[in-house]
């Protein structure tokens, strides 16, 4: 990426996946220190449970999870949040239909 100045990347301008059943994930804005991805759970989702290198910040912007993380476990709704230091191990399930939107730094090579 030479110019970073500004990155601007329109909603429909975004490929939405499917990595695993019950969950899509649209990437959105990134550079190379940063990334905002979408994601929508089905109710009843289970994500399997991982750690990766990159602080991430989650966002509920409709539904409720149960997260789980670092030795605590919250259930989370709409507006609320959370950040997760890199290394530690996470799992989230989704109680309902769910949006959520993570930030993660530096961006996920693996989901650009």
């Keep these: 990426m030479a110019n970073e100045?500004?990155?601007?990347?329109?909603?429909?301008?975004s490929a939405v996946t499917t990595p695993e059943e019950g969950l899509k994930?649209?990437?959105?804005?990134y550079n190379s220190r940063l990334m905002l991805v979408r994601h929508k759970l089905t109710k009843g989702w289970k994500g399997t449970r991982h750690k990766h290198s990159h602080d991430q910040l989650v966002y509920v912007v409709q539904g409720a999870i149960v997260f789980?993380?670092?030795?605590?476990?919250v259930e989370m709704r709409s507006g609320d949040?959370?950040?997760v230091a890199g290394g530690v191990e996470h799992e989230a399930m989704a109680l309902e239909?769910?949006?959520?939107l993570d930030v993660?730094?530096?961006y996920r090579e693996d989901y650009a």
């Design 97 to 100: 239909e769910t949006e959520v």
């Design 25 to 29: 994930r649209q990437v959105l804005a």
């Design 81 to 83: 949040s959370l950040v």
């Design 104 to 106: 993660f730094t530096p």
């Design 68 to 73: 789980t993380g670092g030795g605590k476990t």
């Design 5 to 13: 100045d500004v990155i601007y990347t329109p909603t429909n301008g």
